[in-house]
């Protein structure tokens, strides 16, 4: 992408109205712009990010062999009649009536549609295991939207719903989806750590949400400072291995580790005083098993093979897609901007112009950006009439891991500049030793 030819508008003030650094750098760097209160539109640099995201969490859930579909946003309020939960979700469900007086809602999530679907297709055991999920936005009508995309009201969640003839099958589900998602957050470039968690409208005993650590995170949280050096690494997991998977949910549960609603000051003090830790985090997913609850109240029934019509076994799976973007950016930032994980940016390189206009320059330029591109790569070069120093603090704004520097006096001795984001060292190197160490970083042969 040429950025002259880009939509990206960078504002130069910091606005006032965003309390935390992810949603001023977001407002900033051009990704996202309010709607209305917590409802954003996607700014083509915001929404380039999102994908990535969403591709990341669609590859990992799909390794597990859970499968994807995509449900409505509007939903009829009828299955929630039949759920108890209509009344019960209280102001934060959106409550729409339509032309023929019909009351519908924007769904803040998806249990019992997902639950009639299956209750229409599936009625014998031997159609389960089953684990259906969805990338879909969502409406809660928060009392205090807020920090951006962090706490919006309409924002993108993957939701995961498993199907399962026993509890202890649907309790493997549980361990699955952990893991798929301990996977997914170091795809990221975030360390979540599972806490013991409050189910709260969604109901269940058993419930894990994943919690990065931050500052200006929401959520009060207590854990053993031991769990911070556990990493899923690159771990080879069959996910119908039912040990394997418990084996991982012990590893990353069996430490103290929960949030202020389950927190326990007595087991806490259990603890060696100096790895007690209390600290704030914010959450990013939540896993649940809630055994009958759905498919009792809907009648999702299924033949057990011995003659018995049962409830099946469920839980239910969510990613915080949208929220995800302000997380990463709470973690990875300096004071000139963002500094994005190799997986998630929007452009792998920038490719920086600094006398445009000049013909060797100008040529040395387009090279590099045909080179990278060739490679499946792509770059978002800075070809505007612009000075050196506005151009390299947008590049430094909107977070891109690497920089190449193109200008005159370099190209005479045949070199260009290779700039990290994240440490801000350079070297000087030839323009094809540049598309070559980028190639390797992305893991692309040159
Ligand atoms: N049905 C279950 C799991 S599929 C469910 O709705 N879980 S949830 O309520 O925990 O939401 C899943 C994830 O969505 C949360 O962990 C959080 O990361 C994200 N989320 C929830 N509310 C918001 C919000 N208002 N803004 C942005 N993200 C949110």
Redo the contacts with the bound molecule.
Sequence with gaps: MRLSRYFLPVLKETPSEAQIVSHRLMLRAGMIKQASA?IYSWLPLGYKVLKNIENIVHEEQQRAGHIPMLMPTLQSADLWRESGRYDAYGPEMLRITDRHGRDMLYG????EMITDIFKGAVGSYKDLPLTLYHIQW?F?D?IR?RFG?????E???????NFDLTKEDALHAYNRHLVTYLRTYERLGLQAIPMRADS???GGDDTH??LVLAETGESEVFYDSEITDLTFGERDIDYDNVEQCAAVMEEFTARYARTDETHDEAEFEKIPEARRRSARG???????YFGTKYSEALGAMVDDGKGNKVPVHMG?????????LGAIIEASHDDKGIIWPEGVTPFHAGIVNLRQGDSATDAACETLYAALTNLGLEPLYDDRDERAGGKFATMDLIGLPWRITVGPRGLKNGMVELTSRRSGESEEVSPEAAVARIAEIYGKSA
């Design positions: 917590g803040p999530t998806n249990e969502k809660r928060e939207p995309v962090m706490r919006g009201r924002f993108l969640m993957k939701d995961g719903y709260g409208p969604i949400e994943f914010i959450e990013v997913g939540q896993i649940f239910s799976h969510g990613i915080g897609v949208s929220r995800l």
